[in-house]
């Protein structure tokens, strides 16, 4: 990856754990300049700090709640003088218990956040990348994306239209020299698997940091990538062994298990 294919910036929402951190920290390892957006004022301005230390680049902190139309507008408004040319839209919120366990507003804004925002930003900076005819833009989506899960119902079903909006924005965006992937990682260490109890099961979380560097390659060259060997084996399995009513029963297996905590 390098700034003639991109361009000088890169905007990661998310920032301030987890993968988003995780990207921040290999994309400012690439000497790109840094926009990151988060909740978190403290988490962000320490990872500046940090960043700072060990690169010559420039980083911009923007505190948004990007569930608000007025924390999208903030983040566009404050971006307007800057060439971004890759989008990272990592931020994200997952609700996990029994669908009608789960009041309404977090439910809406699960959506506002994982389908709104990426959205509007993608289609807010991809239109600036197409005027420059390069660019690039990464939306986080899961393996839970490829089928219906009980208990995450809501979460699965974002994460599906991420999948599917990065496949279609990818075919359209080509003739505009614009890169889009899907990433879809399973379970990873980060604070949204903190309800997650992996005793007895086969899983072990996936590093950020691994997942980040599977984004990161195949960026140009794919349109979805699987980070994980279990994962692709998820993915393989419920394409060609599984029907797709076996497949969610045997996904809700696991999070009934995984979520014992709370269920």
Do not use: C
């Given at each position: 990856?390098?700034?003639?294919k991109?361009?000088?910036?890169?905007?990661v929402?998310?920032a301030?754990s987890?993968?988003g951190k995780?990207?921040?920290?290999?994309i400012?390892?690439?000497?790109?300049n840094?926009i990151i957006?988060?909740?978190n004022?403290?988490?962000?301005?320490q990872?500046?700090n940090?960043?700072?230390k060990?690169?010559?680049i420039g980083?911009?902190?923007l505190?948004?709640?990007l569930t608000?139309?007025?924390g999208?507008?903030h983040?566009i408004?404050?971006?307007?003088?800057?060439e971004?040319?890759?989008?990272i839209?990592?931020?994200?919120?997952?609700d996990s218990?029994?669908?009608?366990?789960?009041?309404k507003k977090?439910?809406?804004q699960t959506?506002d956040?994982n389908?709104?925002?990426p959205l509007?930003?993608?289609?807010?900076f991809?239109t600036?990348?197409?005027n420059?005819?390069?660019?690039g833009?990464?939306?986080?989506?899961s393996?839970?994306?490829?089928?219906g899960?009980?208990y995450i119902s809501?979460?699965?079903?974002?994460k599906?239209y991420?999948?599917?909006?990065?496949?279609?924005?990818?075919?359209?965006?080509?003739k505009?020299?614009i890169?889009v992937?899907?990433?879809?990682?399973?379970?990873?260490a980060t604070?949204?698997?903190?309800?997650y109890?992996f005793k007895?099961?086969?899983?072990?979380?996936l590093e950020?940091?691994?997942?980040?560097?599977?984004?990161?390659n195949?960026?140009?060259k794919?349109?979805?990538?699987i980070?994980?060997g279990?994962?692709?084996?998820l993915?393989?399995s419920?394409?060609?062994?599984?029907?797709r009513?076996?497949?969610?029963?045997s996904f809700g297996?696991?999070?009934k298990?995984?979520?014992r905590?709370i269920?």
């Open positions: 990856m390098n700034k003639n991109y361009g000088p910036w890169v905007i929402t998310g301030s987890g993968i995780a990207f921040v920290e290999k400012a390892a690439m000497g790109f840094l957006v988060a909740r004022e403290d988490k962000l301005h990872l500046k940090s960043l700072i060990h690169f010559q980083i911009k902190v505190i948004a709640d608000t139309e007025e999208i507008h983040v408004k404050q971006t307007e003088a800057l971004v040319g890759l989008l839209n990592n931020a994200g919120r997952e218990n029994h669908f009608l366990e789960i009041n977090d439910h809406t959506i956040l389908i709104k925002a509007l930003l993608a289609h807010h991809g600036k990348m197409a420059r005819k390069r660019g833009i990464i939306n986080m989506s393996i839970v994306a490829f089928q899960v009980p809501n979460y699965a079903a974002t599906s991420n999948l599917i909006f990065s496949e279609g924005l990818s075919a359209e965006f080509s505009h020299n890169d992937l899907a990433v879809t990682p399973g379970f990873t604070n949204l698997a903190s309800v109890d007895g099961t086969p899983f072990k979380p950020p940091s691994f997942v980040v560097t599977e984004a990161l195949a960026l140009g794919k349109r979805v990538v980070p994980g279990i994962n692709k084996f993915f393989l419920g394409k060609f062994l599984f029907s009513k076996l497949n969610t029963t297996m696991v999070f298990k995984v979520l905590k269920l």
